[in-house]
């Protein structure tokens, strides 16, 4: 199994450590600053660009985060970034500029975001790109389709399968994922404990990452049951 210890060693900051919107906004590159400032971990969301490029959003539409209509995977790389983010001089960076800007300082969790008919090429664009970066790096998604693609596409980067839930379907479907040659587990705080995590912690010694943690319960329910969080909204080390 891929050493990614690193990845546990300190809190992942939630699409970097932004002040929930207010006037550093999630996904930019003040919010990346910020944890690195704070030596944070930093975790955030790729979409692909109708040009194929992988971009820094969260969401799959404009709206919310940059005030415009449709969606991340109508408009260009370039389209992206003249974009406002939430009204501020932060644009919504291609994650090459992102890597760049990072610069191995603090380790990167990057959830890639599938779109169905819209995502063709996003793990081995993003594989590439990592390839090529001398910083700790993984991945991982929620979408199994994408996490069927990490063996083949995204060979020798460690790969993750983000999930939440407790019904039995759900834990079967998360279950299957193993067979896909996984590395790490992020696993939303408030469906923990489940079997489903117990036995990737105790039986498969996996790293295990909680998302997202906003109160003390929560992050004592992570280190109850996980390694590590991953955080937004407060300071874990006040």
């Known amino acids: 199994m891929t050493d990614i210890s690193w990845m546990t060693k300190r809190p992942i900051a939630h699409r970097g450590y ?20 704070k030596n944070f971990a930093i975790e955030c ?9 992988p971009v820094v959003f969260h969401d799959d539409k ?10 991340v995977w109508q408009r260009s790389a370039a389209e992206m970034a003249a974009l406002s983010i939430g009204g501020t001089a932060d644009h919504a960076p291609s994650l090459s ?6 610069g191995g300082r603090v380790p990167l969790v990057i959830e890639l975001k599938g779109i169905p008919g819209h995502d063709e090429g ?8 990592l390839r090529g970066y001398s910083g700790h790096a993984a991945i991982m998604s929620f979408d199994h389709w994408l996490v069927r693609r990490f063996p083949a596409e995204a060979s020798g980067i460690p ?4 999930a939440c839930g407790t019904k039995t379907h759900e834990l079967e479907a998360h279950f299957s994922m193993l067979g896909h040659g996984i590395d790490f587990v992020s696993y939303g705080v408030f469906d923990l ?9 105790e039986k498969l010694s996996m790293p295990v990452i909680t998302w997202t943690v906003r109160k003390p319960r929560e992050v004592e329910d992570t280190f109850r049951h ?8 407060f300071d874990p080390d006040a």
């Not at 996003?122 to 790109?129: F, K, N, S």
């Not at 790969?159 to 983000?162: K, M, N, P, R, Y």
Request: net charge negative; proline share 3%; glycine share 6%.
């Open 18 to 37: 932004h002040d929930l919107n207010v006037s550093r906004w999630e996904n930019t590159l003040s919010a990346f600053a910020a944890a690195i400032e």
């Open 45 to 53: 969301d790729v979409h692909l660009s109708a040009d194929g490029v």
């Open 62 to 71: 404009l709206d919310r985060l940059a005030g415009a209509d449709g969606f």
């Open 97 to 102: 500029e992102m890597l760049e800007f990072v």
């Open 122 to 129: 996003l793990v081995a664009r993003v594989a590439e790109l």
């Open 159 to 162: 790969c993750g399968l983000t």
């Open 193 to 201: 404990p489940n079997p489903f995590v117990t036995f990737v912690k």
């Open 226 to 233: 996980a390694d590590q969080m991953t955080f937004e909204g």
